[in-house]
């Protein structure tokens, strides 16, 4: 049997392009140097209809699968808060950096998401970009 290769090892997100909650993920692991591998959902209605949460991390190593941006967030803090002095400060779930989570959250993820809805439906080309984008064409 032979030993898996480093690329093997890294963790996986599973996310779709405009997400602020896979972005949060993603900013995240690159802010603390955690290698990752990223993998976009081929489509929305997945998520819909298939009751998948985005982002997704996959551990390979462990062998786990968290959905819903804080649990993995919450996930990589307890992976890594003793070997990387960025994830004990910026993911400790304390309760001023949770309740900044959750406004981020809250706040501004609902207005980028009235932004982009509101220029999807008023722009035609965009429309069009965004039904590829998602999968669906």
């Known amino acids: 049997v032979s030993e898996p290769k480093q690329e093997e090892l890294k963790l996986k997100i599973v996310s779709i392009l405009i997400s602020h909650y896979a972005e949060k993920v993603r900013w995240c692991l690159e802010y603390c140097n955690i290698e990752f591998e990223e993998e976009f959902d081929s489509a929305i209605f997945g998520i819909l209809f298939f009751n998948r949460s985005i982002p997704t991390l996959?551990?390979?190593?462990?062998?786990?699968?968290?959905?819903?941006?804080?649990?993995?967030?919450?996930?990589?803090?307890?992976?890594?808060?003793?070997?990387?002095?960025?994830?004990?400060?910026?993911?400790?779930?304390?309760?001023?950096?949770?309740?900044?989570?959750?406004?981020?959250?809250?706040?501004?993820?609902?207005?980028?998401?009235?932004?982009?809805?509101?220029?999807?439906?008023?722009?035609?080309?965009?429309?069009?970009?965004?039904?590829?984008?998602?999968?669906?064409?």
């Open 58 to 137: 996959y551990n390979p190593l462990s062998r786990t699968i968290i959905g819903n941006s804080s649990d993995i967030l919450r996930y990589i803090y307890g992976c890594y808060n003793s070997e990387n002095d960025k994830v004990s400060k910026l993911l400790n779930p304390t309760k001023d950096n949770l309740r900044m989570e959750s406004l981020l959250d809250q706040k501004l993820g609902r207005a980028i998401q009235r932004i982009f809805y509101f220029e999807l439906y008023r722009n035609k080309s965009l429309k069009e970009t965004m039904i590829i984008a998602w999968g669906s064409k």
